[in-house]
């Protein structure tokens, strides 16, 4: 009897830990999908094709938003500093400078591929669905469109 209780204690010891591995492998992919060093330089054309190379991200989707703010207050927004929407999703009470990204990936001549950056920038209120109060998904945000870089085309450092 005891050894049965023993496993089953050890079993949903197993449990909770995958839930809680879970639950940070989910927010550590929010993180690396959408939040950006808070010293990363977002005007440095570089910058953003290493970003982008570097996390595996380059062409990820059409658009891709990153947030520039620091983790504890995007956070935050899951923690009290948002309000829920009608579908559930939690909006942002404070303003975020989020950056819209496209990028492609394309290959060159002599093996070496380039990742293609544009990006346009706002500050807006942003979406996200929640989990454990954590952000896990990005869900949207609306834009004015400024801009951040003109046209770039640059070499990825494979
Ligand atoms: C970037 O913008 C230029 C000019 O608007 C466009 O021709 C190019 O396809 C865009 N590249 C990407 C990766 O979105
Ligand atoms: C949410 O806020 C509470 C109270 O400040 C704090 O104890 C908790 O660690 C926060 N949770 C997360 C996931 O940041
Ligand atoms: C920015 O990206 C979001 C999706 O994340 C999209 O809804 C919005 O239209 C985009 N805005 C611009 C200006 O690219």
Redesign the pocket.
Known sequence: MRSVALLSLLFILALSDGADRQKNDRYAEFKKKHILPTDFQTDNKIAWVEHLVNNDLCGRTSVQSFIKDSEENIKLICNGSGTKTRDNYIKSTNLFQVYNI???KSTSQMLEWEC???CSTAKYHVIVECQNNLPVHYHYSIFLRILCIK?LLLKALV
């Open positions: 496209t990028s492609e293609k950056v544009n046209k």
